[in-house]
Structure formats: C-alpha cells, structure tokens
C-alpha cells in the first residue's frame, strides 16, 4: 500500500484561510493563480521559519556569512548560468480544449482534463522577463531571477575578500525567487513566485565529497530539530539522468505532504560550474589562492537550497492534529516553539473591571518580549481553543486569586497542563519554557491526565 499522509490538505488549506495564516492572492478580484498571501500569522510562521534557517546556518557557524543581493541581474547572469539556453520544460497543448501542461507530467498521456490529443512539446523557458527602463526592446530585456543562487555566485569575490575568508566557507542568502511554472498547485507548494533559502559552500576540489555528505545531513536534521516527525520525511539521491545541467550530485530531502512524497529541499554538489562560466564569461578571475598550499583552483560548490513556502506547508501539515477531549474536538497546531506564530497569550478570566488592569499590566510587559496576544472574548475554554488551533505554546491565565496572591495559571498547549506561577519572575519563566525547559513542578492538574475539560 502507498505511503499516505494522515492529514488532508482541505483541512489545512482551511486552516491556514479561517485562521488568516494564507489567503488567495487578490481575492476580490477573483483571486491570481499559484499566488498567495501570508496573514498575519502566516507572516509570523514564514519569519520564524527564516529567522530558525538563519540562526543555524549563519549566526551559529563561523564559516557562513548572509548576503542580500537584488532581484534583478545583468542579463549576462542568466546566459552563463547556463538559464537562458536551458531552463526550460516541455510544454504541450491540447488540441481541444488548449489547455497547456508539462509534457513530464502526464507520462504520453492524452489531456488530463478532456482526453484531447496533445500537440509535440516545445521547450518553454521558465523566467519571467520584463524590461528595464522606458525603452521595450530586445536589448532592454531582463529577468526576474529563477534562484537567489546566481546572485552569490556573482558575489564570490566581493563577499571573500571583504570578510577575509578561507576555504571552506559559505555565502547564505533568503529572497524571493520567480518561475513561470508551467503547473503550479497544492496549495503554497508549487507557485510562481516564492521564497528561497539557499547556501552556496565553497571547498577545495577534492574535499567536495565529504561536505555534500555533510551538508545532506546537516539539512536533514535541521528540519527534525524543528519537531518533523522523522517517518515524514526521507533522502533521495538524484539519477545520472534526472541530474540538473550544473549538478555532479544531488540529493531531495523528501517530505509526505498530503499529495505523496515530494521535494522540500534539494542538496547539490555544482562543482565548479558557476565560477567558471561566470569568469569565463565576465572576464574576472574568481579562482581562489590557497596560501597554506600555494595552489590556485576554482572552488567547488555544495549548494543546500530549500523553499520557504515549502517549509511552511510541511511544518503546517506535520503539526496538524485532531483529538477529542470530553467529547469536543480539539484542532491544535503542534509547532515547534521557535515556529509558532504567537508564543504566549493572555487571558484575563473575564472582563471584569478589578482584573484587566492587572491583565493588561502582564499583557505590556510580556509583549517587549514574545509575540503575545489578548484576549477577552467568549469563554476560557473557547479562548484556549482558538491559541490551540493557531499552535500558540502558552496561554496566562490571570483570576480573581490572582489580585490576592500575585500569581497566575501558566497552560501549556500539548498537554494541557496548568501550572500557578508568581507573576514576578513571569518573563524569566516563559522564556525558559520557550527555549525548551519543561515544568520543574508538578501541574496543578493536567486535562488528559484527569479526563477534566479545561475550564
Ligand atoms: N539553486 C538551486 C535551486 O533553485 P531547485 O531544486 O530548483 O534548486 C530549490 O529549488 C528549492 O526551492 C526547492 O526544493 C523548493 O523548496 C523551492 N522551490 C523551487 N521551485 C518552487 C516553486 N515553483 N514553488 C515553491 N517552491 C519552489
């Protein structure tokens, strides 16, 4: 029987719409295919995702540094990185009904939506092109690119002489990447434009095998250290055949999203195809003088390169869950601490007069630190509820005992269990809660321990 997923993806496309986490790119006009909007919480989760990338790759290594190159590149770029002749997919089209697909996709199949015959494929290159300036000419063309990757390539240079590196060493960059995909869908998984997360490491021609196999595994715990259930996700090694035009190698990390498995992140040894067609074709020397050796050689390049929007679907998909406490359905998000959108959230017990200010006072002090939410609607049970469904960690629950002993219930998500905490002190607690430390004392009481509901 086929691998299967245990979430449905209307579930969490509707989550992600109810919630404001993802909305349909211009809705009131009928929505934009393949383009989507991140809410306010989808902000949140996509910033978490990045700011978890970049702390593990950048600012906890010493031997990677960020970049922030532009959109737009000398056209040259593209024709030495070899997209201008290659980056392409075999478009047909149905005789019929005219509609266009990707010729790999059907497998010589008649057309998947009328069974019409198809016409031979052509190659369609998949770079969205605009002009730049007044003037819209051939001459004036230009790309918007298909990958942050050139953008370090084109910076090699600048990037190693003014941080003073040596080999090995790596360039990281975040940004916004565009492909005229010929199909597009799943939700975020497959768009036109989305984000990338991508390192290029260079090394010494010969230590290139060893880093690949570093770097495949470096990536894949990366998402695991981030709560990806393990039996979700796996590696696979390219064919000679399936192999990019620049790739000596190159694994998939694979994740079982609802439609099967499929490519989260790609990791490929490039060699020294970039540097060389960039020199060649600019003039400029990037070869790299190894003053331990005395060799001069143009690095080799490993290239860990993964999609946010990708990111965020599977971390969405890998935290849904379902239960049923006391009879109700509970819907919780279980992401990982450092992806959740809102880390604590405050809930006066009412909206009695004598307890808002003292909620209000917390809700200040705690707002300088985590991303906290108030919030007095409805019942405590419902606003309990509403933080589960959006993955929030911790809500603070602030009661009329609370003005007479200055403490407060600390609920946490997963296990429901509540916890009386001085509220001097508060910031320091649920800041060790978020880095990971679990209750030092026993839960007051725990729902699913005691099958009581939360109240
Ligand atoms: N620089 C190498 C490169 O761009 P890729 O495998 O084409 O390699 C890397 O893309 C990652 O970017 C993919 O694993 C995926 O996460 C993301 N990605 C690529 N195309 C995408 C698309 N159309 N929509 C969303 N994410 C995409």
Not at 19 to 35: A, D, H, M, N, P
Not at 164 to 179: E, V
């Amino acid at each position: 029987m086929p691998e299967q997923c245990k979430v449905d993806m209307e579930k969490v496309v509707s989550l992600c719409k109810r919630r404001g986490f993802v909305f349909q790119s211009s809705e009131i006009y009928g929505g934009l295919g393949s383009c989507w909007d991140y809410g306010p919480l989808g902000v949140e989760l996509k910033r978490n995702i990045k700011n978890a990338w970049w702390r593990a790759v950048v600012q906890e290594r010493d031997d990677i540094v960020g970049l922030d190159s532009s959109i737009m590149m000398h056209p040259q770029v593209w024709v030495a990185s070899g997209h201008v002749a290659g980056f392409s997919d075999p478009l047909v089209e149905c005789k019929v009904c005219h509609l266009r697909w990707r010729a790999t996709d059907l497998n010589g199949k008649r057309c998947p939506d009328c069974g019409g015959e198809l016409t031979e494929p052509r190659m369609f290159n998949l770079m969205f092109k605009t002009f730049m300036g007044p003037v819209e000419d051939d001459a004036h063309v230009i790309y918007l690119r298909p990958e942050t990757a050139q953008g370090i390539f084109v910076n090699f240079e600048n990037v190693m002489t003014t941080s003073r590196k040596k080999l090995p060493f790596g360039i990281a960059q975040i940004g916004k990447s565009f492909r005229n995909e010929i199909t597009t869908g799943n939700f975020i998984f497959r768009t036109r434009e989305f984000e990338q997360m991508e390192i290029e490491y260079f090394v010494k021609p010969g230590t290139d095998e060893h880093w690949f196999e570093y770097w495949v595994n470096e990536r894949f715990n990366w998402y695991l250290s981030l709560g990806i259930k393990p039996e979700n996700l796996r590696l696979r090694r390219h064919a000679k055949e399936e192999l990019a035009h620049y790739a000596k190698d190159c694994y998939d990390i694979e994740y079982l999203f609802p439609m099967g498995w499929a490519e989260l992140e790609g990791i490929a040894n490039r060699g020294d195809f970039d540097l060389r067609q960039h020199a060649q074709q600019s003039g400029k020397d990037l070869s790299y003088f190894d003053d331990e050796t005395g060799e001069r050689y143009i690095p080799y390049v490993i290239e860990p390169s993964a999609g946010v929007d990708r990111s965020a679907l599977a971390f969405l998909v890998d935290a849904y869950d379902e239960e049923v406490v006391e009879g109700e359905k509970r819907v919780i998000l279980r992401l990982h601490r450092d992806l959740a959108p809102i880390k604590v959230a405050v809930l006066p017990l009412s909206r009695n007069e004598r307890l808002v200010p003292l909620a209000k006072e917390i809700y200040g002090e705690l707002r300088r630190y985590f991303m906290t939410q108030y919030d007095d609607a409805q019942s405590i049970g419902r606003r309990y509820r509403r933080q589960d469904e959006i993955g929030t960690p911790f809500c603070v629950t602030i009661d009329f005992q609370s003005l007479e002993d200055n403490q407060v219930t600390i609920r946490e998500r997963d296990s429901m269990a509540q916890i009386r905490l001085p509220i001097k002190g508060l910031v320091e607690t649920l800041r060790a809660k978020l880095a990971g430390e679990s209750f030092a004392t026993q839960p007051l009481w725990t729902a699913k321990g005691t099958g009581a509901v939360d109240q």
